[in-house]
């Protein structure tokens, strides 16, 4: 059982360490970026499937997380890290909810004999590859090789030679985040959550790891023993 105060601290935890994600995302395409006590921002559009701001308190104020965001060209989000803000008067509607998830610090109980063979990947060729396999066969995503550094891992599962699934793991916080995990199929797909808590043991063990989910995703979380910790929202501006 999480007491509250422990609570509140890994829902601080899981924003600032998806924040850091999202930085480091976003300076590999050159976007300005800045943090304050309140939020996360980027000064211009961030890459597609990333938002241009993620709040990092529940008493954020909408005038402290928009002060640095550009929403006079399409396509501003914004990640309300606690479901906390109120951005419809600015022109914004909810996209989806999602929940933030915890799982104490250790490897996976056990994995599935059968599935691929995870490792971490390392270079561009491989990273190229991995992005191609997450994107579903073509090389896509906003995955550039900026992004192989000591606070960032990502894992590759391969079968018959080639990568059918992965995840990234990355360092903050004081958590390791898990996100962008993807499988071919349900007994992939726990096989992978496995591979990630393993290589989440074995490369920062002591530290709990965190992320977001909903829907299928969320229940296949659950499965490999996280737990939901709290709601967000992400918000896109269509006015």
């Keep these: 059982m999480i007491i509250a105060e422990d609570l509140s601290a890994l829902l601080l935890a899981a924003a600032r360490n998806n924040a850091d994600w999202c ?5 590999a395409h050159g976007v300005p970026t800045t943090f304050t006590p309140a939020a996360w921002s980027g000064a211009v559009r961030t890459p597609a499937l990333y938002p241009d701001a993620v709040s990092l308190t529940p008493v954020a104020t909408p005038a402290e997380v928009l002060a640095g965001v550009d929403t006079a060209s399409p396509g501003c989000s914004v990640k309300d890290g606690f479901a906390a803000l109120d951005l419809a008067p600015a022109g914004f509607e909810v996209l989806f909810e999602a929940w933030w998830i ?16 995870w490792s971490r990947v390392c270079g561009p060729g491989e990273l190229a590859d991995w992005a191609a396999a997450w994107g579903g066969g073509e090389p896509s995503g906003p995955f550039r090789p900026e992004l192989l550094r000591p606070d960032v891992a990502f ?20 958590v390791v985040g898990v996100s962008n995990l993807f499988a071919p199929d349900p007994a992939g797909t726990d096989s992978a959550w496995a591979a990630a808590l393993d ?28 737990a939901p910790i709290g709601p967000l929202r992400v918000w896109l501006h269509t006015a």
């Design 23 to 27: 930085d480091a995302v976003s300076r």
């Design 102 to 117: 915890h799982r104490p610090a250790g490897p996976a109980p056990s994995r599935p004999s059968a599935g691929p063979r």
């Design 155 to 174: 894992l590759a599962g391969r079968a018959g030679g080639r990568i059918v699934a992965g995840a990234v793991l990355n360092v903050g916080g004081g």
């Design 199 to 226: 290589a989440a043991a074995e490369l920062w063990p002591g530290l709990p790891v965190v992320g977001y989910e909903h829907g299928e995703d969320l229940d296949a979380a659950v499965r490999a023993g996280f």
